[in-house]
């Protein structure tokens, strides 16, 4: 072989193998007009349509070596992209419930995504996103979050010396937003998400890319919580999921990463109430992908469910009663969500229910789940707004009913809580000896107990 030939024999193997590594396994396609891409390129959306892109998948799941996301080699789109970024995401725990499952007559399953790096299944999509835009040499970004997507995505791209533009609501938990600082972006807290998306796209024009919820490179990573699942249970039998709606990339991800295998599972989705302050980084008047959303829920795949703080965190207390599982209200609402609905959205359906959120991470949260688990004993707890705000009622009224108290607490205080939620913390204080029934009268047909304030309480409020 001489020179020439020995030149031209490099080029080719040097050329095979470029070709290999940028030849993706997995394509992008637009969910609305159908268009493929096939060149590499950067996208956030559709060039011809501006719809939703997705990758697809065909071919058979095969776990490769490395770590994180990247185990799962050319079922991602961003597979071929080098160097990967990773923390260590993914592989998450799928535990079988102990009692609810009997309960509900289901299979049930929960995959604890709080088990990723920054506690959220959007670390997932931040390892992808993060080797993309290396890969497409990106300098700078903006993101608008609720919380979670700030948080994982300004870390995530730490690792490649991007600089983040953040826009966070200020309605953000004080431990949320805590982190979200922590990451090193320049973090910016305005009045809603509203404004948080349209701040983040002024700032994209003048200093960088801007990253919607519905970037296809993040999706990409989500879809590996479908991989994951099906890689553990198989897929024989009938499935059930029941993920936060929030702006709707979650489903639509899971929804297609399903479909690329042959799978059509239903789907649970949790929207949070309005007025539910435990629950509002979870909350979205509007999805993003309302208009995908709603062609699937037309197919009889997604059902969506309305979950209130009360309902979180009675779902929150039950699991650390019956399943040793501690989880948060937003973890929580989705197990809500199930209890909701009853046995008959899921009876003979191995169901999985996506857990995310560490109560841990936030005292305010914990101090919530505490007074609904252990009790208002004086010697452990400073009563909680709700509480306190029932002695001062009691105490400046003649003996009442509990009913009446719940009316007053909407008209003297605003406050939006169930009458189920009043009754408990009725009873919790009874049980602390702050309150006492002093008899019994009847209204409406039933019999109610009439409260008064003890000792004890009155010197509580003083
Ligand atoms: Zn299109």
Redesign the pocket.
């Known amino acids: 072989m001489n020179l020439f030939e020995e030149l031209r024999f490099f080029y080719c193997l040097v050329t095979f193998t470029i070709g290999l590594s940028m030849k993706p396994g997995t394509q992008l396609r637009?969910?609305?007009?159908?268009?493929r891409l096939d060149e590499v390129r950067y996208v956030d959306r559709?060039?011809?349509?501006?719809?939703l892109?997705i990758p697809t998948f065909t071919g058979s799941l095969r776990r490769t070596g490395g770590s994180g996301v990247w185990v799962w080699g050319r079922a991602l789109y961003t597979a071929f992209m080098k160097p990967k970024v990773t923390l260590g995401e993914g592989h998450t725990p799928l535990t079988k419930s102990i009692k609810m499952g009997r309960s509900l007559k289901a299979d049930l399953y929960f995959k604890d995504e709080s088990k990723n790096p920054t506690g959220s299944f959007i670390d997932r999509g931040a390892a992808t996103l993060a080797t993309a835009l290396r890969r497409f040499r990106v300098r700078s970004i903006s993101v608008a979050s609720t919380g979670d997507l700030g948080i994982s995505v300004s870390t995530y791209v730490r690792r490649i010396g991007l600089t983040t533009r953040i826009y966070v609501p200020s309605s953000v938990t004080l431990s949320k937003a805590y982190k979200t600082l922590l990451t090193g972006g320049r973090v910016r807290f305005v009045d809603s998400y509203e404004e948080a998306l349209l701040r983040a796209s002024r700032s994209a024009k003048l200093y960088g890319v801007m990253i919607p919820p519905s970037h296809p490179y993040l999706m990409d990573g989500y879809r590996t919580i479908a991989f994951e699942i099906l890689h553990e249970l198989g897929g024989g039998k009938p499935l059930s999921l029941v993920v936060p709606i929030g702006d709707g990339v979650l489903t639509m991800s899971l929804y297609h990463a399903f479909k690329d295998l042959s799978i059509r599972p239903k789907f649970l989705g949790v929207k949070a109430c309005r007025e539910s302050p435990l629950l509002r980084e979870i909350y979205v008047m509007k999805p993003v992908l309302h208009e995908y959303l709603e062609e699937i829920a037309s197919l009889g795949i997604l059902e969506v469910v309305d979950v209130c703080d009360d309902e979180a965190l009675e779902a929150s207390e039950l699991a650390v009663k019956n399943e040793g599982f501690l989880v948060g209200p937003v973890g929580a609402s989705c197990i809500a969500a199930l209890l909701k609905t009853g046995p008959e959205a899921v009876r003979d359906r191995v169901t999985v229910a996506l857990v995310t959120g560490d109560p841990l991470q936030d005292p305010y949260i914990m101090k919530a789940l505490l007074e609904r688990t252990v009790g208002t004993r004086e010697e452990l707890l400073t009563l909680g707004f709700t509480k306190t705000k029932i002695l001062e009622m009691v105490a400046y009224s003649d003996p009442t009913h509990p009913y009446v108290i719940w009316k007053g607490l909407r008209s003297r205080y605003g406050l939006s809580v169930s009458r189920r939620t009043v009754y408990k913390h009725v009873e919790e204080l009874i049980d602390a000896g702050l309150l006492k029934v002093v008899s019994y009268r009847k209204v409406g047909g039933r019999l109610r107990k009439v409260i008064s304030i003890t000792e004890s309480g009155l010197r509580h409020l003083t």
């Open positions: 637009c969910v609305r007009c159908g268009f559709c060039p011809q349509c501006g719809g892109l």
